[in-house]
Structure formats: C-alpha cells, structure tokens
C-alpha cells in the first residue's frame, strides 16, 4: 500500500494555505504531491539536478569543514536517514551535543551568495530552508538550526565557455573565506511543526486520492 511521507526539501510547498477555504490543500502542494505520486508509482522523477545543484554536490565535502572550522569542531556529513508518520529527510550534520541540526547551501557566485544577515534571512525563507530545517529538528528532536550558505570558487571543470572565470574563480577567490560563510540561526517552533503536520496529512488525503484514480483504470 501506497503512503506519503513527505521530503523535508519540498515542506514549504506543502504548507501553504489555499487560496479558497473551501480547498483542503494548495495548488502548490497539489503540484507538490502529484510529483511525489509519479515517482512512487512509475519511478519518475522530473527534477536531475542543475549547475548550482550541481556544484552543491561537489563543494558538499568543503562546505563541511567550513562550517567545521566557523565552529571550531569536528563536524561530519549525516548519512541517516529518519522518518516518521507524516516527513523523512536526511540532514547534512547532526550535533547530538548541542541538539542541533546544520544544513550547508553552497551558492553559485558573489551575486547570489547572501554577504549580508538580511539577505540571508530573507533567501532563507524564499527557498523554503527555514520550514525543511523545522522538519530535520522535528526529526532528530532538536532545538536549534542553522543554516550555513558557504561560496566557494567554481570548479575549472564545470566553468562553461560562455562563463566568466573572472567572476567564478577569481574574485570569489580574494575574498577571505570567513566572509564568505553567512549563518542563519532557526529556532525550533512548535506551532511551525503542528502546521507541518497538519497539511501534510491533508496532502496524505490528495495522494490516497490520486492513486485511487490509477487503481481504478
């Protein structure tokens, strides 16, 4: 039997409020939730990944030991993955310690790296990180989150013709790498976590539906 437990990547689809009262969920997590039933039922998956993807997975290793070093402790990637009735997701770095929970972004240059606390703030929001990293504290029982955009030099070999390795390479270069590490701090919300829990289980209601609908034809 088919059920939905949702990414903590894609948490800020889901809980966005209808713009009807009468509609159970949004048409973002609508559309959030038909992608999650085609993968489920034939494996298929329409997002694979871009440049800045891409060069997140690549810096991921760098990303941790900056974030290591900013702290001035021996930080290791997760490789556990939790789940429970209603969201799963593998966080980046788990500090049992502190009860805290690190998520690294690596950006793609200076003019879409946030330098500045407001930026970061506000990229934070707009990307949906401050409601997955909810879902990774929800999780793994933390109080604490914080949300480290690292910029690095692009890799030579991923610099395309058409790119500027001026722009890619060298001005990220003179740029001392403790300024180029910009930290958002989320604090565990509890009334953040109800509302999770809440549409995803609405979102779980659309799903059962849609694979309904393929049961029957």
Known sequence: MYRMKARCSMLSRLITEPKNKSDKISQSAKSAVREI???????????????????????????????????????????????????????????????LIIDTKCTYDIGTHPFFRDEAEEKAKKQGYDIQVQGYMWLWDCEEAHIDFCLFPTPIDMVKPWESEEKLINLVEQIPQKKRLTTVVIKRDETI????????EAAQGYYQELIAQMDKN
Do not use: H, M
């Open 37 to 99: 039933a085609k993968l489920d039922l034939f494996g298929y998956q329409s997002f694979e990944g871009n440049k800045y993807t891409e060069k997140g997975l690549q810096l991921e290793e760098q990303a941790i030991k900056l974030s290591s070093l900013s702290r001035g402790l021996v930080l290791k990637k997760n490789s556990e993955r939790r789940e429970n009735d209603w969201i799963q997701g593998e966080c980046d770095i788990y500090v049992p310690s502190r009860k």
């Open 193 to 200: 976590i109800k509302k999770i829990k809440q549409r995803v």
